[in-house]
């Protein structure tokens, strides 16, 4: 049972634009969502993270999004460039849980085109 | 500040054969989580330790089990290997002042059982 889905498993965008990488989860428990970038032979890194008490958090180049109704959560990196070609991972974290309990998606191929 | 550290970068092994995975934490971390990837499953967590002892499990079977020693560094071991336990295993560390519920992964441990 695949609580947390990123069902998109690949994406292109050209550099400049927008990328959004879209997540979906089930567990109504989940109260923390971080965005891990990976690259490959190195392990994921620490992207973004919300709260469940936030609908959005910026950093940078990088705005998630969380709709609680809706169970989704997005991520959109603006403008792109060729660096951000990677594997994003979603992750959700349960009330009361330990933090490190992470339940993590598939993944999203992101492809940043010159 | 060094990073994650796991070793051995790369192991094969044959079936029924045990393994010992290695991983240090960034100085100051006291939770250390092991996560597998595989293609199919993504990541999943496998168990989390904190202060030497065992603060969470994933659903994995008893051979797969681990420990945390009083310096914060852990090991993994699985035994009785199969060849569905290849994959890429990778440890994260938590805590300190970079931000409680951030993770921090090391580049993982890729195993292959034959």
């Known amino acids: 049972d695949q609580q947390v889905k990123q069902n998109s498993p690949s994406l292109s965008v050209q550099e400049g634009r927008i990328s959004i990488l879209n997540c979906d989860y089930t567990?109504?428990?989940?109260?923390?969502f971080l965005w891990y970038k990976k690259y490959p032979a190195e392990g994921p890194t620490f992207l973004i993270s919300?709260?469940?008490?936030?609908d959005k958090n910026e950093d940078g180049r990088f705005t998630v999004f969380l709709n609680k109704s809706a169970k989704h959560l997005s991520l959109h990196i603006v403008p792109s460039q060729p660096g951000d070609s990677a594997v994003y991972f979603c992750?959700?974290?349960?009330?009361?849980?330990?933090?490190?309990?992470?339940?993590f998606g598939t993944g999203t191929r992101l492809q940043v085109t010159l | 500040k060094a990073g994650v550290t796991q070793t051995p970068r790369y192991l094969i092994k044959t079936r029924g054969q045990q393994v010992t995975l290695s991983c240090s934490p960034i100085?100051?971390?006291?939770?250390v989580s092991w996560y597998q990837q595989t293609p199919g499953q993504g990541l999943q967590f496998l168990f989390e330790?904190?202060?030497?002892?065992?603060?969470n499990k994933g659903n994995f079977p008893g051979r797969f089990s681990g420990r945390q020693f009083s310096n914060s560094r852990s090991e993994m071991n699985v035994s009785t290997l199969e060849l569905g336990d290849s994959a890429l295993y990778l440890c994260?560390?938590?805590?300190?002042?970079?931000?409680?519920?951030?993770?921090?992964f090391g580049p993982g441990t890729r195993l292959t059982v034959t």
């Open positions: 919300i709260s469940s008490i936030k």
């Open positions: 992750a959700a974290s349960e009330v009361g849980g330990t933090a490190s309990k992470l339940t």
């Open positions: 330790y904190f202060s030497e002892t065992q603060r």
């Open positions: 567990n109504s428990m989940f109260d923390y």
């Open positions: 100085s100051g971390h006291r939770s």
């Open positions: 994260a560390s938590r805590g300190g002042l970079s931000g409680w519920n951030e993770q921090y």
